[in-house]
């Protein structure tokens, strides 16, 4: 039970988990958005070498984005978020206290806390006393939040809060550990890679968009056009390079990016200079500065690409606090079950019954 | 930096993850605002003001690096007598010529001891006969100063090491300046006490024995009518600092193209010649001798001194064998300048048919030069036109789908312009080197053949001088001599393309005669003026020493130290960092063991260190020239600056600048605001077109001023490419900014009624133009002298065309032709507009509109069209908008 508990939810290799023996690490992204300058080469790259059509050439007036968001034919996406000092002191204040709830950050899920089931962890915290917070905090629980806020204390001087700070963050698939796409794809179109990373084969997806509706990110779609748009209908989105990492190259965006803003490599490594970094940002006076996707016992098992961010995701348009649609199954099959074995004896008993009659 | 040179920007991050402060001072802020500890908005146009103020704090609080300054700059050589500042002539420097809006730069010479002359008057002249500053202007003489200050006729000057004799350049400068006050910045440039107090500190405090703080700029300084100057200023910081000649100091240009500072070593401008050697002018170079006493003085100090072993190596290269000393070798083949030709001055003669053909090599003027529809109106009078360019730009198209098509000024049946349109090879596609703003030559292998008839330039030209030549080869009439004399024969390599490491070689140079004939010169201190040498670009020389392309040099960051003296070649000699004797103190020894970089070992009697020595390696610390000794020899162990007549750093420049001796704070050829210092308002000195076709919006609150009241800028963002013909026509790079767009601050958009993502018309003087609206915080409204100073950013990447993926309105259509008097650079981070929500009108009715706004603010011909401006009745333009 264990191992298929494992596969739908909670800490797991899923390489292992799909049967690979090659012995190879999990690989994966560090996104460190607070050295990102917003230069879009990680999405004119990943375009450039997998051969992406362009995605539309409208003005969004969203500040520099004109993107939007990811898509079919878009595998990177860098957002651009403008913020005045009251929002920066929010981001700020919310840093805080994810470092106060120490690391790694527990919350509550609706069934251990018997709190709200609308699933925004974090920001259910935000409203909460401190005594609240610890008593939510030392609760043990199945799921926890995307976000943590490190292992270090805060630095004693915080930075100055500026007027006005311009958020750049690129954004791409999840890479999740338990991967709701690939979950319900009827087809085997999705599949885990050696490398613990998710593909579509695209000759053997039917367009059916199973996966497109699962995804807690929103990053699958298929590919809208005509026939003479490479794989129209077709559900896209990034392969992590899966043609590039085989041959040990660096994937298309880390490999073009100027500032190393995006780093790839073995996941437990990634995760460990993410850690790193949250940890000297939060001593250089950053308490804002947290990560996402980097904790195991998150709602979709933890990601292959982790983030570094300086406010709450909502803010880069990252859900708080995705959960993978699989990680209900279980209870779901166990509720079915009662639910059978009720009817089964309801119906038995209407027949015990009407023989009584 | 992270917006226009993001790859660059990779070691701004690499230095902040190292404790660096980056500070950014700019109109917007950009993406290099959002990585840097703090963005400082500033009024565009204003940089002299706060420069000035900082150069005012050092002196005042004397946080100048006393040693040397003493020691390795001009701030203790005294300026002769006739010598008047602006702080006396409100405004202006003495010299002025009002008749031709000019100085004499006579007055701003250095003192002499006149001992061995009594002609000179008790001043240094320069090198060659008296030239005014007009007729130098006429050449943009400013441009010879890419390698070394300009010449003068010795090095005798007289010093006051105390620094107190009131006529010391030291004494000159604290007068200059003492009205640059901290308050002045926030009235005048937006930037708030703080603020200036903020970047004061920590410039001072990062600055020196032990510390360097380098300033990066780019054509936010240059393009404006006082551009140098700004320039100027900065230099002036940095060496009152001691910021020059170390490593982590200096200025640093960033610039725009791969290889644009190749395309001014080997330059692709009219007035001067490969390696920073003058353009002979007509009537002033005539002979030989003229030409080589005006490029140096055998009198002055340092490298220049030899520039006639240059000169000649480099017309040995040219004419091979038929140049001789009898002959001069060849000098009158050069051809000789008659006046400015710079680029605007061009398409105006284009207006008057007086140019006949033109080739365009990846360049848009149509949409990428100031005044666009003067470009296009330009080209619309040429016989023939050759484009040679990536895809069908603008520039090619114009005559069937410009905007004076749609307004009806132009008729595609009339336009007599033949376009050639050509094929080129791209950047992967040919194989020679780029020179980026380092001076760093790097080769770049061919990875793929061209497609098709596309051809690099290198063949191209080579091709089309080939077909010319044979075309005279039969001619008898002397002028065709120079063309069929030239050495135009080039080795093909296993492809059949001229091999473009020959080229190169001929750049570097050969000895021609003795023991090493036919090797490859070494240094350019190996080039002779008798003929035994060639040597095309005599900065290059060096790349192929030893018989190997240097600039292919390829060893990895990790195989070598942090100067990675094998990582491509650097002019002159390899060296990374200019003038690095200032690196050692006096006497030799480095400042601190944390700044050690070259340094003076007297074992072995040798300059060395981590760079190659920029200094005549054997020379002593201690050494001193005789009286009256010029060249290298000339040069005392203490004179760092060795491309300049006297060795030392220029704080105040008694030749080379056109517009004063010192940076001066002037406004903007379109400003709102009145200058605060002086009456005169704008530079004198600067270029004016006073046309019909380039009006200007009254300045400085005068009636009708009111009609333009905001202060437009013009930008890149990194998701261009300048003027889009290398990234408007591919769907990757256009979808990411698909519209032209300007930015506004919300207050802005609040007086104006503008909406985010809504439409707004633009209106200058010139024209108007249409863009997509972004209403964003990254603006910041000012207070100037009382008012609220609004700037809107436009992006001058879009063009109105057929051809490319994502069209728009050009910015820089907006704006006109006013220069800089040094270089020629066009004023175009700066104007003045009008702003209004929604679209502009089509056909003619743009043009009502255009002329109504003209009608309204009253602008004439003259209006911001008068150079001198120091009689002007105070009264007539102090009506600022605060009355209003």
Known sequence: MGFWKNQLTGPTDPATDAAWDTGKPRKGFFTDTSICIGCKACEVACKEWNAVPEDGLGLLGSSYDNTGALGASTWRHVAFVEQDGDRIATARESGRRLVDLGMPALRATAEAAGGSSDGSGVTDLRGATPTERTAVGQRESTGQPFQDGGSAGVAVAEAEI?????????????????????????????????????????????????????????????????????????????????????????????????????????????????????????????????LYGANENDGVGGTGSVFLLLDEPEVYGLPPDPRVTTAALPDMFRKAGFAAVAMLGLAAASFVGGRRR | MAECHPVGFQWVAEARRRGAKVIHIDPRFTRTSASADKHIPIRAGSDVVFLGALVNHV???????????????????????????????????????????????????????????QNRAGSVGEAGPEEHGAMKSDHSAGDQHGSGGPALEHAKVLRDETLQHPRTVFQILKRHYARYTPELVADTCGISVDDFHYVAKAITENSGRDRTTSWV??????????????????????????????????????????????????????????????????????????????IASKEQKGFWANADAYAVSLLKSWWGDTATAENNWCYDYLPRLSGPHGTYQTVMSMLEDEVEGYFLLGQNPAVGSAH??????????????????????????????????????????????????????????????????????????????????????????????????????DSTDPRDRPLLDLTWDYPV??????????????????????????????????????????????????????????????????????????????????????????????????????KAYVWWDEASGKWTGDDVPDFPVTTRPDYRPGEGTGGPQGL??????????????????????????????????????RNPLYAQQSNPARKVFPRKDNLWAPSAGAPGSEVYPYVFTTYRLTEHHTAGGMSRWLPYLAELQPEFFCEVSPELAAERGLENGGWATLVSARTAIEARVLVTERMTPMTIGGRTIHQIGLPYHWGVGSEALVTGDAANDLLGVALDPNVQIQESKVGSCDIKPGRRPRGEELLRLVAEYQSRSGTTVMTGNELDTTGADATDIDSTGQEH
């Not at chain 2, 500072?261 to 009537?283: E, F, H, K, R």
């Open chain 1, 162 to 290: 500026p007027d006005f700070r311009w958020l750049m963050s690129s954004d791409v698939c999840k890479h999740c550990t338990h991967a709701a796409c690939l979950d319900v794809c009827p087809t085997g179109a999705l599949f885990r890679t050696e490398f613990g990373t998710v593909v579509v084969q695209d000759d053997v997806c039917n367009g059916c968009g199973y996966c497109v509706a699962a995804c807690p990110f929103g990053v699958i779609e298929r590919r809208p056009g005509e026939d003479t748009v490479k794989n129209a209908g077709i559900a896209q989105k990034c392969t992590l390079c899966y043609d590039r990492i085989g041959h040990d190259q660096t994937p298309a965006c880390a490999q073009a990016c100027p500032t190393t803003s995006i780093k790839f490599g073995d996941l437990a490594q990634m995760q460990d200079a993410a850690r790193e970094r949250v940890d000297v940002l939060h001593d250089l006076g950053y308490p804002e500065a947290r």
């Open chain 2, 217 to 294: 700029y780019s054509v936010g300084w240059t393009q404006h009518t006082l551009g140098a100057q700004f320039i100027r200023t900065s230099a002036i910081l940095q060496l009152l600092l001691g910021n020059m000649g170390r490593p982590g100091g200096g200025i640093m240009a960033l610039r725009g193209h791969a290889s644009i500072q190749g395309s001014t070593d080997i330059p692709t401008l009219y007035n001067i010649l490969p390696g920073y050697l003058a353009m002979p002018m007509a009537g002033t170079h005539d002979t030989w001798e003229q030409y080589l006493d005006a």
């Open chain 2, 59 to 117: 002196l005042a609080k004397e946080l100048y690096f006393r040693d040397y300054v003493v020691a390795y700059t001009n701030a203790s050589t005294l300026v002769n007598e006739d010598y008047r500042d602006t702080e006396a002539l409100d405004g202006l420097f003495s010299g002025y010529d009002p008749e031709k809006g000019a100085y004499s730069l006579k007055s701003w010479a250095y003192e002499t001891d006149g001992s061995d002359d």
């Open chain 2, 372 to 473: 666009g529809r003067m470009q296009r109106l330009g080209l619309s009078h040429l016989k023939w036109l050759v484009v040679r360019d990536l895809n069908l730009i603008e520039s090619a198209t114009f005559w069937k789908d410009g905007p004076e098509i749609a307004t009806g000024e132009l008729k595609t049946e009339d336009i007599q312009t033949e376009v050639f349109f050509l094929p080129p090879a791209s950047h992967v596609e040919k194989a020679g080197t780029f020179t980026q703003t380092q001076r760093l030559l790097q080769w770049r292998h061919k990875a793929v053949a061209p497609p098709g008839d596309c051809q690099s330039e290198l063949e191209f030209f080579y091709e089309l001088g080939r077909r010319i030549r044979q075309k005279l080869k």
């Open chain 2, 493 to 594: 390599d296993e492809t059949g393309e001229i091999d473009p490491t020959a080229v190169l070689l001929e750049i570097n140079g050969v000895h021609l005669t003795g023991a090493d004939a036919g090797k490859p010169l070494d240094t350019y201190i190996d080039m002779r003026a008798d003929g035994s040498t060639t040597g095309g670009c005599w900065i290059y020389t060096g790349v192929f020493g030893g018989g190997v392309n240097h600039a292919a040099s390829r060893v990895p960051g990790r195989e070598q130290n942090e100067v990675a003296l094998d990582w491509g070649w650097a002019w002159p000699m390899n060296r990374r960092i200019l003038y690095n004797r200032a690196s050692a103190d006096p006497d030799g020894k480095p400042w601190s063991e944390r």
């Open chain 2, 636 to 673: 005392a162990g203490d004179d760092p600056f060795i491309m300049q007549a006297d060795g030392k750093g220029w704080l105040f420049t008694p030749k080379g600048m056109l517009d004063g001796p010192l940076p001066t704070h002037y406004e903007p050829q379109e400003s709102p605001v």
